[in-house]
Nanobody, 116 residues
Framework: QVQLVESGGGLVQPGGSLRLSCAAS????????MGWYRQAPGKQRELVAV??????NYTDFVKDRFTISRDNAKNTVYLQMNSLKPEDTAVYYC???????????WGQGTQVTVSS
């Protein structure tokens, strides 16, 4: 089992930046997909960005503003968020998926609030 702990959320003004971190521990398979998702109040959880090996993918509403990256030595994945908008307000979750057996784990989430 893989445990995930997110950090870095908080309150930021529109146009500001935040960097989220997700630290993984446990039985981590080297071939995996790490992703960031978010869930706003009253809405379904949605994909924000994923990284697998050296490949990244983003949903349209964060392209050119958010960057996902990882440090394999630290088993940590990051989400750099720039030019934040009020509609980016949500709880952000990290997800690990093993490419060996499809096993998946979620973090507990970190709140991001964009408001003046």
């Amino acid at each position: 089992q893989v445990q995930l702990v997110e950090s870095g959320g908080g309150l930021v003004q529109p146009g500001g930046s935040l960097r989220l971190s997700c630290a993984a521990s446990g039985s981590i398979f080297s071939l995996n997909v790490m992703g960031w998702y978010r869930q706003a109040p009253g809405k379904q959880r949605e994909l924000v960005a994923v990284i697998s090996g050296g490949s990244t993918n983003y949903t349209d509403f964060v392209k050119d503003r958010f960057t996902i990256s990882r440090d394999n030595a630290k088993n940590t994945v990051y989400l750099q968020m720039n030019s934040l908008k009020p509609e980016d307000t949500a709880v952000y979750y990290c997800r690990y998926t093993s490419l060996r057996d499809g096993a998946s784990s979620w973090g507990q989430g970190t709140q991001v609030t964009v408001s003046s």
